[in-house]
Structure formats: structure tokens, C-alpha cells
């Protein structure tokens, strides 16, 4: 599991950030630090960021999440003279989306790579589709040579598919070893894969609205059996 380093100017904005995307998780957390603040008040510590990213050296890496640019700057240094050799990413992704994302992510057994690229978009659901509908995080690892297992199903939960059922289903898509995508076939929006919390996100997937699930893979029946599950039972959100 990777771990997560948080540099903000503000240490109540970094708990909050990281007690808000907790809320998402469900079983394992990932080991999350924060460096915020700087002499009790306000501002960043190279020292204090190196510190936080030499504590995590036996995790799977270390994305770093900043606030403001200057905190950029700190991490920088922090990685010149940390004492780990780990591999760190510096996050260019918005401070609570990328926060929230990245947690997400790392619960659910993702790559550095995968997670920091799906922090760095974390603002795509705020943005409006393309003039096809195709959502911006579209899957990309599907194997042509294996079958595509898919059903159709209506969401019925209150809110649809907000975070936190969002966040299910990344967690989900992480138990099976098929590629998975879902698809608003109500709007058009996607594919998307179901390991990006962002990309789910960005069907804008409303109640009512129908949803493609598609997998394909060794075990794709199950998995698509698994999300038609969470989709049929709300998401745990019915009353």
C-alpha cells in the first residue's frame, strides 16, 4: 500500500482534508502523514516534510499532496534532504479532491503511478464532458483478446453515485483482477474505470439513470455480478 504525505500551511486544513476522505474508506486504511504548519502557525517545513516522508520509506511510495505552490517548493527541498530513497511523487492535483482520491485509491491496493495520475484529474468531475460525452478518466487497459462480460442496471440509491458510493466501487473493483467499466448510458458519459474514484465521479450518474457494467478478464462474471449487487442494494443508502 502507497502512503500519503499531506503539506498544507494549515494544520486543522490538513486533518480536516484527511478526516473528510477517511469517510470514504472502508477496512484498511492507508498510512497517511501530515506536515502543516510551521513554528505552531502558519506555513510549511522542509524538515517536517522530509520527516513525514522517511516515516512511510516501507510503504509501496509516497505521494505528496500540497496546498499553495509555496508548499511545493518545501517538498522539493524536502526531497533533498530526506534520509529514505523510497520513491515520493509531488501531487499537482487540488488539495481535497487529490486528498480524498488518493485515499481512495491507496485503500483499494492502487499503483503510485495510478493513484498520483488520478489525484493529478481529481478536478474532473467539476468539468464539463467533451462534445461526445466521453468522460475525461476513460479506461485504457481493457484486453481486446478477452471476453466482455456486461449488464445494465437503474440506480435507485437517493443521490446516485456520489463519493461514498463512488468509493465502494473503486474498493470492489480492487478485489478482482478483470478491468472494469461503468458507463451513464442515460447521458452518454463514459466509459470509465471503475478503479478511478474521479472517473466515476464524472458520469454524473444521477438516480434513475441507467449504468453500463462491463468487465473483462478472468474472473469478469464476478465481477460484474459484484457491482450489479452494490447497484441493486443502493449502495447500502436505502432506507
Known amino acids: 500500500?502507497?502512503?500519503?504525505?499531506?503539506?498544507?500551511?494549515?494544520?486543522?486544513?490538513?486533518?480536516?482534508?484527511?478526516?473528510?476522505?477517511?469517510?470514504?474508506?472502508?477496512?484498511?486504511?492507508?498510512?497517511?502523514?501530515?506536515?502543516?504548519?510551521?513554528?505552531?502557525?502558519?506555513?510549511?517545513?522542509?524538515?517536517?516534510?522530509?520527516?513525514?516522508?522517511?516515516?512511510?520509506?516501507?510503504?509501496?511510495?509516497?505521494?505528496?499532496?500540497?496546498?499553495?505552490?509555496?508548499?511545493?517548493?518545501?517538498?522539493?527541498?524536502?526531497?533533498?534532504?530526506?534520509?529514505?530513497?523510497h520513491q515520493v511523487v509531488i501531487s499537482d492535483g487540488p488539495f481535497v479532491e487529490a486528498t480524498t482520491a488518493a485515499v481512495v485509491g491507496a485503500a483499494a491496493g492502487g499503483s503510485l503511478a495510478d493513484i498520483a495520475a488520478d489525484a493529478s484529474n481529481a478536478l474532473a468531475a467539476k468539468k464539463s464532458q467533451d462534445a461526445t460525452g466521453q468522460a475525461a478518466s476513460s479506461a485504457e487497459h481493457t484486453d481486446p483478446g478477452s471476453p466482455v462480460v456486461s449488464a445494465e442496471e437503474r440506480l435507485i440509491n437517493p443521490m446516485g453515485l456520489h463519493t461514498r458510493p463512488a468509493s465502494l466501487l473503486v474498493q470492489m473493483a480492487g478485489e478482482f483482477s478483470s478491468d472494469i467499466e461503468l458507463t451513464n448510458t442515460s447521458s452518454g458519459?463514459?466509459?470509465?474505470?471503475?478503479?478511478?474514484?474521479?472517473?466515476?465521479?464524472?458520469?454524473?450518474?444521477?438516480?434513475?439513470?441507467?449504468?453500463r457494467i462491463e468487465a473483462s478478464g478472468p474472473d469478469a462474471p464476478q465481477a460484474v455480478n459484484a457491482v450489479k449487487e452494490l447497484v441493486l442494494q443502493g449502495f447500502g443508502e436505502l432506507s
Open 189 to 211: 458519459r463514459g466509459p470509465v474505470n471503475a478503479s478511478s474514484v474521479i472517473g466515476l465521479l464524472s458520469l454524473g450518474a444521477c438516480k434513475n439513470d441507467r449504468i
Open 1 to 85: 500500500m502507497i502512503g500519503i504525505v499531506l503539506v498544507s500551511h494549515s494544520e486543522a486544513l490538513a486533518n480536516a482534508a484527511m478526516d473528510l476522505a477517511l469517510q470514504m474508506v472502508h477496512g484498511a486504511r492507508p498510512p497517511i502523514r501530515i506536515a502543516a504548519g510551521a513554528a505552531g502557525g502558519f506555513g510549511t517545513d522542509a524538515t517536517a516534510i522530509a520527516s513525514a516522508i522517511d516515516d512511510l520509506a516501507k510503504t509501496d511510495g509516497v505521494l505528496v499532496i500540497t496546498d499553495l505552490g509555496s508548499a511545493i517548493l518545501s517538498s522539493s527541498l524536502a526531497l533533498e534532504i530526506r534520509s529514505s530513497t
